[in-house]
Structure formats: structure tokens, C-alpha cells
């Protein structure tokens, strides 16, 4: 029996603007908890809001990505905050035309120009991403991802033509 299983677990780098933003939620959230101490009921409501929204700004700022590659079907989930689990794209290797290095040349001949883009990479300098190009219907989807070894072994076992080096 042949089956091919990878997974891969890739985290997205923070921003910058987003730390800052983080930190004034929290003073602005401790500057609400001051004020619900001190003032009547709109004090409380600004607390809660001020709090609710740091949870929310804080968690879809840590993002993490995991391919899950199972029998000719790639999965890719969206995990916000280590919480809260979103599945952001499936396909079948069926669908796929080619998957290469993203600086490679042979993504030119598959319209990957005109292509919707979905990211689901690290966005770190220097790491090693690769392009898939899926065929949706009558348009071209680009997914930009950072599968590893392992996965793209199992990609070519069962669809060697169709992994560029």
C-alpha cells in the first residue's frame, strides 16, 4: 500500500507595527481597568471592550500555517493565537499544475502572472518558499508556502512531473 502523510508546521514572523500595537491595547486596557475602578457602569463597558479587543488584536497577530499532505490532498490550516483553528485552503494534487521554487522561471508558462495569490508562508527573509499553481474553475490560484523535505518527497511519489526543482 502506498500512502503518502506530511505534515509541516510553519509560524509567520510578527510584525513589527504589531508588538507596538499590542503594547498600546495593554495600557489602554490597564488605563480602562483604572477607570472601571473610579467610574460607574461606562467605565466597566470600556474595560470589557479595551480587553476584548487586545485579546482579539494579539491573537490574529501570532499566525501559524500547517500543510497536511494525506493521499493526493494537501490541507493547508490557519491557526491564530495557538487557539483558534481555521482551515484556509484544500486541494487536490489533481487540481494542481506544477509546484516549484518561487524564484523559478518555469512558473512563467503556467499564468502564474495573473494568478489570485494566497500566502501561506513565514514571510521570513531567506526562507525557502514554493509556488504551487492550482487551476480553480476558469482561473489560476497561486499559493505561496513553505513545505519541507518530507513533503515534497510525498508530492513527488505520487506527481513527479509535476514538482519542479
Known sequence: ?????????VRRRV???????NIVMGVITAVCVL?????NVFGV???VVSGFC????????RVEF?????????????ILGKSKRKKAWEGKMDDIQV??????????DYGASNARMLDFSSRLPGAKTYTAIVRSGSENVKIL????????QCFRQTAPRKVLQ
Open 1 to 9: 500500500m502506498n500512502e503518502s502523510y506530511a505534515e509541516c508546521l
Open 35 to 39: 477607570l472601571a475602578f473610579t467610574a
Open 99 to 108: 509546484i516549484a521554487p518561487s524564484e523559478s522561471s518555469a512558473l512563467n
Open 15 to 21: 510584525p513589527f507595527y504589531s508588538n507596538i500595537i
Open 145 to 152: 508556502f513553505e513545505p519541507d523535505e518530507k513533503m515534497l
Open 66 to 78: 500547517e500543510y497536511l499532505y494525506v493521499e493526493k490532498i494537501l490541507s493547508i490550516d490557519k
Open 45 to 47: 463597558i470600556l474595560m
Open 54 to 61: 487586545s485579546y482579539l488584536l494579539y491573537r490574529n497577530s
